[in-house]
């Protein structure tokens, strides 16, 4: 069974119930990102970066933090908007686990709980209704 709104896609199989919820695209990040890395690009400091990994001393541990810090920063921001354009939130129930996993382009990192440790499970219909539980 296939059930496919307009985002939300919900397979239920002989392997259990797979809910893929994409996620929602803030046109605003996306386009104040695009507008910092074009004027980064412009205003030369590429080239600036990559005279500065090109100038360390690699004996130096103060650069090399300082290098590393700058990789992960950017890392982290390519990895952001990719996740605001390709994004997917997966939810897979089996009768052994639930398998909850974040996945941007096919690429994913995923957490799995037993089904023995998932206790009070509600569902509600109404989004606007808050439960307990």
Avoid: C
Avoid at 60 to 71: N, T
Avoid at 81 to 98: D, M, R, V
């Amino acid at each position: 069974m296939n059930h496919n709104n307009s985002k939300t896609t919900v397979i239920q199989d002989f392997n259990g119930l797979s809910i893929t919820i994409p996620t929602s695209t803030p046109k605003l990040v996306l386009i104040l990102s695009t507008l910092i890395l074009s004027f980064i690009l412009y205003i030369g400091l590429y080239e600036d970066a990559k005279n500065y990994f090109s100038t360390i001393d690699y004996s130096d541990y103060f650069q090399i933090i300082i290098a590393l810090g700058l990789v992960f920063i950017i890392v982290n921001f390519i990895r952001i908007w990719l996740w605001l354009l390709f994004g997917k939130e997966i939810i897979e129930i089996t009768n052994q686990h639930l398998k909850m996993k974040n996945s941007i382009l096919g690429l994913s990192i995923s957490k799995i709980i037993p089904i023995s440790e998932i206790t009070q499970v509600s569902v509600n219909s109404n989004p606007n209704k808050q439960q307990t539980g």
